[in-house]
């Protein structure tokens, strides 16, 4: 590619990092949509939802392995790691921020670095919201669950007026 366009690998950087975040959104859209579904019942009724909330979990992790994926299928295609498995153990430490510094990516293509680490970045601060959320959700729904057991009315909460 040669030193004198960088315009060219942030725009090939710009791509993965779209597409990840696009992975992203559906996964995180999964994730909410089986807590509404499956989720809310399971703490409403007093059920343990432990299994579950680590079903959710494994959905959240495999979103993340599928992104790592995505960068390092762009690193390798690219030819700035020669082989796949080095591609993916650069593309996840670098995605996870952890930057073991064991190997650097050409002159060529070394702002593809950042943009990895600014998918990784993104994607686990809307994991954290999402995961907070999730125990929010579950904690009201399991006091709703036990109000309704215990015949009263459950608490009102913000949504309600």
């Given at each position: ?14 791509l993965p ?15 909410q ?5 499956h ?6 009724s ?28 762009t ?37 593809l670095?950042?943009?990895?680490a600014i998918?990784g ?11 907070v959320?999730?125990?929010?959700q ?7 669950g036990l ?15």
């Open positions: 590619m040669g030193q004198g366009y960088p315009a060219l690998e942030i725009a090939l950087g710009t990092l779209l597409g990840v975040l696009l992975i992203h959104g559906v996964g995180m859209y999964i994730v949509r089986q807590f509404e579904r989720g809310v019942p399971i703490y409403r007093g059920r343990a939802g432990q299994l579950f909330f680590g079903a959710m979990v494994v959905l959240i992790v495999t979103t993340h392995l599928i992104e790592m994926l995505v960068w390092a299928a690193l390798f295609g690219l030819g700035s790691i020669a082989t796949f498995r080095d591609a993916f153990y650069y593309a996840a430490s670098t995605y996870t921020a952890l930057g073991y510094g064991e190997g650097t990516l050409p002159h060529e293509w070394r702002l670095a950042p943009m990895l998918s970045l993104f994607a686990f601060g809307w994991t954290t919201g999402i995961l959320n999730l125990v929010s579950a904690q009201d729904e399991r006091r709703a109000a309704e057991r215990a015949g009263r009315r459950p608490p009102a909460g913000p949504d309600s007026a």
